[in-house]
């Protein structure tokens, strides 16, 4: 996104985000106007393109930004490809759980909006999500690889997986019953069931 410099100028560039973000995830791209966004934000419609250039512009940035973070939390997040398999994968469960739980508008536009990215500014976007399930997928098959996961189609099980484990931010509530360490233990086993293999604690209690 153009951004107005100095400290305001982010400042209100931020808002502008924030707005479109809260705005999208409530009502669709579709139906959200440059007006709208602006008044919510408390400044002239003619304003934001101070900070954007237009709407398609705005998704672009919400929706790369969200994936550049993902990655670059991932990548000081997950463990090295040396360490023992069943702790890659269940560092990548809670990572993507911890992650997605507390951004549900962000991770509700990523996917829902898809379709309404211009063809350039979609390829980008899943250039970046497919660096992230490669991420996944590399454990996957590292692990089917040492007859320690069951993967069957390698694609359709990443996909599997990732899906279910974004599913949390569709649900996910402050005030569930569910703290969110007690979510991650369950998407743990659920996600090592789906392998084949028995959960880390089950392993532990084997031993």
Request: no cysteine.
């Amino acid at each position: 996104m153009a951004r107005k410099t100095g400290s305001s100028g982010e400042k209100t560039a931020q808002a502008v985000r924030k707005a479109a973000i809260n705005l999208i995830a409530q009502h669709g791209y579709a139906a959200v106007s440059m007006r709208q966004i602006a008044r919510e934000v408390g400044v002239q419609a003619g304003a934001l393109y101070l900070y954007t250039p237009d709407k398609q512009t705005l998704l672009f940035d919400i929706m790369s930004v969200h994936m550049e973070e993902l990655l670059a939390a991932a990548e000081r997040a997950f463990l090295p490809g040396d360490a023992p398999l069943s702790d890659r994968l269940e560092a990548f469960v809670r990572f993507h759980i911890s992650h997605h739980i507390g951004r549900q508008a962000e991770v509700f536009i990523s996917y829902m909006e898809l379709r309404n990215l211009e063809p350039e500014n979609f390829n980008a976007v899943e250039a970046l999500r497919r660096r992230y399930e490669d991420m996944l997928g590399k454990i996957l098959s590292d692990g089917a690889r040492a007859g320690v996961f069951a993967t069957g189609d390698l694609r359709v099980s990443t996909m599997a997986m990732i899906a279910m484990l974004t599913g949390v931010s569709t649900w996910f509530s402050e005030t569930g019953r569910l703290t969110p360490a007690a979510i991650e233990d369950h998407y743990v086993e659920l996600a090592f069931r789906m392998v084949g293999a028995p959960p880390p604690a089950l392993s532990q209690a084997a031993e």
